[in-house]
């Protein structure tokens, strides 16, 4: 019976040999341990022996006997066991000679070591596959897997396959309904009723209620916040929330939302009821959450764009418009001021010189009428001395209050904020600002006096026009808004029931969740509950690198330390092997020229990465040619151009429904990264990439993408977007052997640092680096000390060094000439007093439990660090001047950083080549739209790389098996992001690939190998 949803590669694979075993793999299932090199000696024949011997290794891998033919093994496995009982590989081929022997043997090995027929285990299985089902997202190739794994390990002999994956198939069904019917069970019939009337289409409306609440705003402005806040009011209003689900795992929630969120209101009209009730009341509590996030996100930029930069721009426009007449008047008081102090105190007679001699020789300058009107004007335009340089800005804001004045009250009523005790005033005035401006007239002595400071005093109790007592309440209510923003920003301020703008103090591990995750932290980050041991080893190391640094400086010819600074001369360029130039002209031109469709096809079977892309409702497709739908809207999103180029209505595979119908239910964030991990594993494997890193080195920068519509997730910079647009950033991960490990969306171009750890916990696949690397505007001491204590080797490249500051931990030491440069002392007191906190950060971090953007905005208060902030930044500076040290006084590691922010800069040149639709703009007006596309571009940008190592190490190998002298020197040298060979333009032609890495290598001293013209 044929298994329609495993893998061509599951069934190749099960219960049989597919590919050679790995020496761990050997180590692991074919040694022989006592038990059996007893049971085997007892054999009389060599052959036999050696043939019991794998039959003991094969059960024990596959989880079978392969009884029917026992010699379809590796020889490499045969060589192995052979070795152990000294007999010769050879004599395998002889145990065949009796074909019962093999059954004898089986039967033996059963009952000795207590395996079980899958009847015996099927029950237990059974369980096991339940509990997965019910606590997880995993589909069922990947159960599947899981239920091979449980029955090698529980030594339960494999069944057939075909009924193997149908009970698996038959569990998660029965595991599926049962939730479905819990959850409906659940759910009051009240609210069954109203989930299921968002499916319908109201008179006069053009989509259905649950799309127009799945729909954020895209606006900035005060009437779409009006908007946004009666949307995330509307939501809550259906009582989802209520409903008790805590038995329902989280990932299932979040499995439901996903696909209620991205399916259409006729599919949900066709589930059957129970499961139409989860996912609907699953999609609206995810609403209720993302609804509060997407009225803050809108906050934040009305108040940053709309209101206060506008503003601020305005008032520095006022000011300009007042420098005219301000000159004037000070220079006619410059005058009289500089008459005054060339008057001599007496006269030749000594007879002192009177107040109306003084006045009487200014106004021979300057006429007193003129010289009073000056001082006026100073007084006009010069602020007093308790009003701060906000306050022309500030005055524009408070004309802008018709913008807020609509959606203060909403704010209020609908989101539930908290705060920490700092910002607690704040959120109590917000709470009675409603009532207040809602009146006439507001008394001084009725506002939150404390929180009305600098220029603000002035527009708020001062203001023009305003009777005695009484309150600008325009500025007033500016005032604590801009209040709530900063404390939002840094979140001191957060929503209850949001997401993003949530508390992340609250997604710390604490309490029995910490004690129980302590252990495994603290061993995967090796460190200790008790600091005092790490501490004094980084102290230690901190004082020994300062020694050989001091030691070595006088023959440092790059570094010096002159008045009191470090200097650093620029690194030249490095030079190269002398066949350097001629290898990688011959290697490069034997690259075989591509289109890209057929590149994403070959890349796809050769690393099998369309498995990776399930359905929305975790099901696996039975579509026909599937990998070329998937492909094609790869390319449709990675080069920005839409379906209309790769559409074709006479190819199945490749007309507008197909495509529409792949892009919508299968290609997210969650696939494309699943498929990238296929990517980044296929490519390690290349001999080529070995020469070029381990993949434990990785750096991390950001392309910066225009963004010419309506979206809340862009932000202004004229550098790179220009005066008139806004843009966003992505931020990717690219490790040492050039592979993408992920990357994540930043809205305008905020600090790469606040978002850099994120990514990295995030990556798609490969070992964890140990060393990131960034630019020189991503680093400070407490960026320093979170990816310290999370396991990585920070080392941005330092522009200009003579700005670092050195620390030190032993102040006694005399370090010689870097004497004057390490002044300033760490305080290991005060890790220590902080460390147990650190290091559930820490964790949670690790973990995925909070986000290192949320962290280091509540590390830190107006650019002042907290208590616990204070401790990282302190430990950070441990390593940053470790940092600074090194790269001081290691050329090497200079070079290793230059080089591989080089590769992230030529990474970045492709895939603005592959990305060159629509003028290289980014069109998507949410947030997880454009993850999505940027994700497919670097799943894009991946498959090109990998397609070049594959083609580079068949070059390598092809120039050195014709005698040229190939080094690792020079392999290492070679880059994978060339692409002048492929054509990424055109309509594109889905044409089925040759076998993977079988494309002829183009003869380099050919008269004509160029590129294809469009690619020119």
């Known amino acids: 019976m044929p298994v329609e949803y495993l893998s061509v590669e599951q069934e190749a694979r099960y219960g049989r040999f597919a590919t050679e075993p ?67 590989p050879e004599l395998f081929g002889e145990y065949v000679a009796r074909p019962k022997t093999a059954y004898e043997h089986a039967w033996e090995i059963r009952d000795a070591y207590g395996y079980r027929d899958f009847a015996a285990g099927e029950g237990e299985l059974r369980e096991f596959l339940a509990a997965r089902v019910w606590s997880s997202l995993e589909g069922p190739r990947a159960l599947f897997d899981r239920a091979v794994v449980w029955l090698v390990a529980n030594r339960v002999l494999l069944p057939g396959v075909s009924r193997l994956a149908r009970m698996v198939a038959g569990v998660r069904a029965e595991e599926n309904e049962r939730l479905y019917a819990a959850v409906y069970e659940a759910t009051p019939g009240g609210l069954r009723t109203d989930l299921v009337r968002l499916l319908e289409v109201p008179e006069r409306r053009r989509v259905s209620e649950l799309e127009r609440l799945r729909t954020g705003p895209v606006r900035v402005s005060g009437k779409a916040m009006e908007v946004a806040l009666e949307r995330s009011r509307e939501v809550r209003a259906l009582g989802a929330g209520r409903v008790d689900v805590a038995r329902v795992p989280a990932a299932r ?79 006619k008081v410059a005058v009289a001021v500089d008459v005054l102090m060339s008057t001599p105190p007496a006269d030749e007679a000594g007879e002192l010189v009177s107040v109306l001699d003084a006045w009487s020789l200014i106004e021979q300058a300057v006429p007193r009428e003129q010289l009073a009107e000056a001082i006026a004007t100073i007084a006009t335009f010069v602020p007093d001395e308790d009003v701060d340089s906000d306050a022309e800005w500030r005055q524009q804001l408070v004309a802008r209050y018709g913008t807020v004045r609509g959606f203060i009250r909403l704010l209020v009523e609908v989101i539930d904020f908290g705060a920490v005790e700092a910002a607690v005033p704040v959120v109590t005035a917000l709470r009675q600002l409603p009532e207040l401006i809602g009146r006439k007239k507001i008394g001084a002595a009725e506002v939150a006096g404390e929180l009305v400071c600098g220029s603000w005093r002035r527009l708020v109790f001062a203001s023009p026009g305003l009777p005695d007592g009484a309150v600008d309440k325009a500025a007033y209510s500016f005032c604590i808004l801009e209040h709530l923003h900063r404390g939002l920003r840094r979140r001191d301020i957060y929503a209850r029931g949001g997401d993003r703008w949530g508390d992340p103090r609250a997604k710390l591990l604490s309490g029995e969740r910490w004690e129980q995750a302590a252990p495994r932290v603290l061993r995967a980050l090796s460190l200790e509950s ?38 650093l001369q620029a690194l030249g360029k490095a030079e190269e092997p002398r066949l350097m ?80 119908q792949v892009d919508q239910g299968y290609v997210r964030a969650e696939t494309l990264s699943a498929a990238n991990a296929k990517l980044i594993e296929a490519q390690a494997k290349l001999d080529v990439v070995r020469a070029w890193g381990g993949g434990l080195v990785a750096s991390a920068d950001g ?25 966003a950033t992505w931020l990717n991960v690219i490790n040492d052997q050039v592979m993408g490990l992920g990357g994540v969306v930043v809205p305008g171009t905020l600090r790469d640092s606040l978002f850099i750890l994120d990514a990295i916990h995030a990556r798609d696949g490969g070992p964890k680096p140990q060393t990131v690397i960034t630019d020189t505007a991503s680093y400070s001491d407490i960026v320093f000390g979170l990816f310290a204590i999370c396991g990585y080797q920070f080392s941005p490249r330092i522009a200009d060094i003579s700005d670092a ?16 440069v390490s002044k300033h002392t760490i305080r290991l007191d005060r890790v220590r007093a902080h460390w147990g906190d650190m290091l559930r950060v820490a964790g949670s971090l690790t973990l995925g439990e909070v986000r290192g953007y949320d962290l280091i905005r509540m590390l830190s208060r107006d650019g002042r660090p907290t208590g616990l902030g204070d401790a990282f930044a302190h430990y950070g500076r441990i390593f940053k001047t470790l940092h600074l040290l090194q790269f001081v006084s290691d050329q090497g590691y200079r070079r290793m950083i230059g080089a591989q922010l080089n590769v992230t800069e030529a990474r970045h040149r492709l895939a603005r080549r592959i990305f060159f639709g629509q003028r290289g703009q980014l069109r998507q007006h949410y947030r997880e739209g454009m993850e999505d596309q940027l994700g497919a571009l670097g799943l894009a940008l991946n498959a090109v790389v990998l397609f070049n190592s594959l083609y580079l190490d068949a070059a390598v190998k092809q120039a050195a098996a014709d005698g040229f002298p190939v080094t690792d020197d020079l392999i290492a040298r070679l880059s994978p992001l060339q692409y002048d060979h492929i054509n990424f333009f055109g309509r594109y032609a889905f044409t089925a690939p040759p076998a993977p890495g079988r494309r002829p290598l183009r003869d380099p001293y050919a008269e004509d190998h160029s590129e294809p013209d469009t690619a020119r």
Not at 28 to 36: C, I, S, V
Not at 633 to 657: F, I, M, Q, W, Y
Not at 703 to 727: C, D, E, I, M
């Open 581 to 660: 130039p001629p290898f990688r002209q011959l290697v490069n031109g034997m690259l075989p020229q591509v289109d890209f469709p057929e590149l994403l096809l070959e890349v796809a079977e050769f690393t099998g990465m369309a498995d990776a892309f399930t359905h929305i409702s975790g099901a696996m497709t039975s579509m026909d040619d599937f990998t070329t739908s998937v492909c094609g809207v790869l390319l449709s999103e990675a080069c920005n151009v839409g379906l209309t180029p790769v559409a074709k209505a006479d190819h199945p595979a490749l007309t507008r429904a197909r495509l529409v």
């Open 703 to 727: 392309v910066r993408f225009t963004v010419p519509v309506q979206t809340l997730y862009a932000g202004s910079n004229p550098r790179y977007f220009g005066l008139r647009h806004k843009g």
């Open 22 to 88: 790995s020496p761990g793999e050997l180590e692991q299932f074919f040694r022989l341990d006592t038990r059996a090199l007893e049971l085997v000696r007892a054999k009389r024949r060599a052959a036999t022996r050696l043939g019991w011997a794998v039959q003991w290794g094969t059960v024990r891998m596959l989880g079978t006997f392969l009884t029917d033919d026992p010699t379809a093994v590796p020889a490499s496995m045969v060589a192995f066991v052979a070795g152990q009982l000294d007999v010769e």
């Open 805 to 820: 500051r050195l620390w030190r931990t032993n102040t006694a030491a005399d370090y010689g000439p870097l004497q004057p």
């Open 253 to 331: 929630w979040s499995g439901l939302a996903r696909y209620g969120m991205a399916s259409k209101a006729p599919t949900l009209k066709r589930l059957e009821t129970s499961r139409q009730t989860a996912t609907l009341l699953a999609t609206v509590r995810h609403l209720e959450s993302a609804s509060v996030d997407d009225a803050l996100d809108l906050l934040h930029a009305l108040m940053a764009t709309k209101l206060l930069s506008r503003a601020e721009r305005l008032g520095n426009d006022a000011k300009l418009k007042t420098l005219p007449a301000l000159r004037k008047a000070a220079k």
């Open 530 to 567: 008790e600091p005092a041991g790490h501490l004094a080893e980084l102290a230690s190391a901190l004082h020994a690198a300062y020694v050989q640094v001091a030691e070595g400086l006088p023959g440092n010819t790059a570094a010096s330390v002159r008045d009191g600074k470090l200097r």
